[in-house]
């Protein structure tokens, strides 16, 4: 029997901060050969780092032990900081890919198979590897290895050679159609599969560049399109990403200060490529275009920031709390319903769990709820209903605290909301309201 019931919620506004959190938003690049032993040192706060590893001296042999014990160090270093890599093997730093590439294509598939024990050592810390190893700069072009049954020989190499937990990203829409034969992107039933192609994502250094994006799309519409690796039009290919990317990551560098990246259709286009990370330091001619304009939003909080802190903020996902529900208690219990929506420009592409938990005010008893849903399918723009029951016949006290976290088992981090609770966190779990019970039997 419950005689008095009181639901208190704490007051709650929507932040306009970057929340910095796993898996998406701003990436600075660090760079490294792989015969050189380095002193690394974090040059920003970023949860993500672009690591790329030159491999240029081993271009006509295998990958001596201390280039091995080298990258070893590196991934280490990353990984102890609790840092996602997004690493690039490549050849090349100087548009140079045909002369600086190995002239055998075994022996990068060799070098591929060498660094697969540390590709899976640290699986959990690695987040996509960009590319194939060829090309000029590692972005896939510029080399002698762009034919079908090249790129895709090295792709089933490198995913064989990878944890399941990392994406391989592929530079242009049109490689990830011709590798797998198919015009058909991911969808709810193919995403986070044992299929092959679930794992290959794509990745962008000419992001709003020009109409082509430098020659990351083409002027063949689809629907007229009877290659899989023809280059479609801008607006088809931006549709392609749009489905694909709902369930693996784009991302990149903005280049080439044009009309294409002006801020309201940067904001628009960004969004339905979904893209999570860019470069923050590329092109910085675009980055200081977006930071002396005001921000495209219409919403209040976001009046007196710029377009860059907008952008900055939405890469990836972005969780708000709309609602929070708790009814009084019946058969035995109260239940609790929260509606929840993802702002960012994409999804999560690695599940969190979700947890409830009621803190006891008076005294250090807490008791946790598993919420059973899918993050990777809170999709951006979407809202997410869930709900528990919780019993009361298990509780000890009269006054509890409401408590929501979502957590990283895989790199043991707790994900922050675009929320700002007041009176603050508790463990890693935001403070929502109280419950009160009184004269529980």
């Given at each position: 029997m419950i005689n008095k019931f009181k639901w208190i919620p704490y007051p709650s506004i929507e932040k306009a901060d970057i929340l910095n959190n796993p898996y998406c938003g701003l990436y600075s690049i660090y760079r490294f050969y792989a015969d050189n032993k380095y002193d690394i040192n974090l040059i920003s706060n970023h949860q993500i780092c672009l690591l790329e590893i030159n491999l240029i001296n081993f271009n006509d042999r295998p990958l001596s032990m201390e280039a091995l014990g080298n990258i070893e160090w590196i991934f280490r270093y990353f990984t102890l900081h609790k840092k996602q890599m997004i690493v690039r093997f490549l050849y090349d730093w100087e548009g140079k890919g045909l002369d600086s590439e190995p002239k055998n294509i075994g022996i990068v598939l060799n070098h591929m198979e060498q660094l697969s024990d540390l590709l899976k050592e640290f699986e959990d810390s690695i987040y996509i590897?960009?590319?194939?190893?060829?090309?000029?700069?590692?972005?896939?072009?510029?080399?002698?290895?762009?034919?079908?049954?090249?790129?895709?020989?090295?792709?089933?190499?490198?995913?064989?050679?990878?944890?399941?937990?990392?994406?391989?990203?592929?530079?242009?829409?049109?490689?990830?159609?011709?590798?797998?034969?198919?015009?058909?992107?991911?969808?709810?039933?193919?995403?986070?599969?044992?299929?092959?192609?679930?794992?290959?994502?794509?990745?962008?250094?000419?992001?709003?560049?020009?109409?082509?994006?430098?020659?990351?799309?083409?002027?063949?519409?689809?629907?007229?399109?009877?290659?899989?690796?023809?280059?479609?039009?801008?607006?088809?290919?931006?549709?392609?990403?749009?489905?694909?990317?709902?369930?693996?990551?784009?991302?990149?560098?903005?280049?080439?200060?044009?009309?294409?990246?002006?801020?309201?259709?940067?904001?628009?286009?960004?969004?339905?490529?979904?893209?999570?990370?860019?470069?923050?330091?590329?092109?910085?001619?675009?980055?200081?275009?977006?930071?002396?304009?005001?921000?495209?939003?219409?919403?209040?909080?976001?009046?007196?920031?710029?377009?860059?802190?907008?952008?900055?903020?939405?890469?990836?996902?972005?969780?708000?709390?709309?609602?929070?529900?708790?009814?009084?208690?019946?058969?035995?219990?109260?239940?609790?319903?929260?509606?929840?929506?993802?702002?960012?420009?994409?999804?999560?592409?690695?599940?969190?769990?979700?947890?409830?938990?009621?803190?006891?005010?008076?005294?250090?008893?807490?008791?946790?709820?598993?919420?059973?849903?899918?993050?990777?399918?809170?999709?951006?723009?979407?809202t997410v209903e869930f709900e528990t029951f919780i019993r009361l016949d298990a509780l000890k006290d009269k006054h509890y605290i409401l408590c929501l976290a979502i957590y990283d088992p895989r790199i043991g981090k707790y994900i922050k909301l675009a929320n700002s609770f007041s009176p603050g966190s508790y463990k890693g779990y935001y403070k929502l309201g109280e419950i009160k019970l009184a004269n529980i039997i």
């Open positions: 590897i960009q590319g194939l190893f060829i090309g000029s700069w590692g972005e896939m072009h510029s080399s002698r290895y762009l034919s079908e049954e090249h790129m895709t020989r090295l792709a089933y190499k490198l995913y064989d050679c990878t944890g399941e937990g990392t994406q391989i990203a592929l530079r242009c829409p049109g490689f990830w159609r011709m590798i797998f034969k198919t015009n058909q992107p991911l969808d709810d039933k193919t995403a986070y599969s044992k299929l092959i192609r679930s794992r290959f994502s794509l990745f962008n250094d000419g992001i709003l560049s020009s109409y082509t994006d430098y020659g990351t799309y083409g002027y063949i519409r689809a629907k007229v399109s009877y290659n899989y690796s023809d280059k479609w039009i801008r607006k088809d290919e931006l549709n392609f990403q749009n489905k694909l990317c709902r369930y693996v990551s784009n991302g990149g560098e903005v280049i080439n200060n044009c009309k294409y990246n002006d801020v309201e259709t940067a904001v628009r286009e960004l969004r339905i490529m979904r893209v999570s990370y860019l470069n923050d330091g590329y092109d910085r001619e675009v980055l200081d275009k977006w930071k002396a304009s005001k921000s495209p939003s219409s919403k209040p909080i976001w009046k007196d920031k710029s377009a860059f802190d907008y952008i900055a903020a939405h890469l990836g996902y972005r969780y708000l709390i709309k609602d929070i529900k708790v009814s009084p208690p019946l058969k035995g219990g109260i239940k609790i319903k929260i509606k929840l929506c993802n702002t960012g420009f994409s999804s999560s592409y690695h599940r969190f769990d979700l947890k409830l938990a009621l803190a006891a005010i008076i005294n250090t008893n807490f008791y946790e709820y598993h919420i059973n849903t899918d993050t990777r399918f809170w999709l951006p723009n979407e």
